[in-house]
């Protein structure tokens, strides 16, 4: 059975920072692509970073230079450490797998959510200015 269990979220001021995990179970982690998305209020869920099976990572536009995205396989956890942190940031964050047992996972974009079958519960993170 697949688990994916986010961790770290709260409440911060404009420009801090803030650290997200995503604790993984019940698949081969290291084939997956893992991503973070985020929805907020009345708003779609959007992709903000994602990293592939080689390592290789990619950021949408709205949070390059301020997110890094990483994961340690031996203990199947991702991360998002987030930083110069906007008020525009507040959501819901989301950890998703994108995972194929047949083959390894590689991704050019992030991506939309419907292109990752595996889902965390959310954690929230709350920006305020």
């Known amino acids: 059975q697949v688990q994916l269990v986010e961790s770290g979220g709260g409440s911060v001021q404009a420009g801090g920072s803030l650290s997200l995990s995503c604790s993984a179970s019940g698949y081969q982690y290291s084939t997956a692509c893992m991503a973070w998305f985020r929805q907020a209020p009345g708003k779609e869920r959007e992709g903000v970073a994602v990293?592939?099976?080689?390592?290789?990572?990619i950021y949408s536009d709205s949070v390059k230079g301020r997110f890094t995205i990483s994961q340690d396989n031996a203990k199947r956890t991702l991360y998002l450490q987030m930083s110069s942190l906007k008020p525009e940031d507040t959501a819901m964050y989301y950890c998703?797998?994108?995972?194929?047992?047949?083959?390894?996972?590689?991704?050019?974009?992030?991506?939309?959510?419907?292109?990752?079958?595996?889902w965390g519960q959310g954690t929230q993170v709350t920006v305020s200015s």
């Open positions: 998703a797998a994108r995972y194929n047992p047949l083959m390894r996972c590689k991704r050019k974009v992030v991506g939309g959510p419907s292109e990752y079958n595996y």
């Open positions: 990293i592939d099976s080689d390592g290789a990572t």
